[in-house]
C-alpha cells in the first residue's frame, strides 16, 4: 500500500484486533504508523510485535 499509510493501518488495526497475538499485524501497524510520522505509536506497536515474535526480536523489526 505505497503511500496510503492511513489505508494500511486500518486493515493492520483490523488485523490485529482479530488476530491480537498476530505479530505480522502489529508489525505492519508499526510501519504504516511510521508512514504517517506517528513514531512513538509505531515504537509501541514494534514492541508488541517484538514481544510476540523472537525473529522480530532478534532482528530489530
Avoid: F, Q
Amino acid at each position: 500500500m505505497l503511500g496510503r499509510h492511513a489505508d494500511a493501518l486500518a486493515e493492520y488495526d483490523r488485523a490485529a484486533a482479530l488476530e491480537p497475538r498476530n505479530a505480522l499485524a502489529h508489525l505492519g501497524r508499526c510501519h504504516a504508523l511510521r508512514g504517517l510520522g506517528r513514531e512513538p505509536e509505531a515504537v509501541e506497536a514494534h514492541g508488541v510485535a517484538a514481544s510476540l515474535d523472537a525473529r522480530i526480536r532478534a532482528h530489530g523489526g
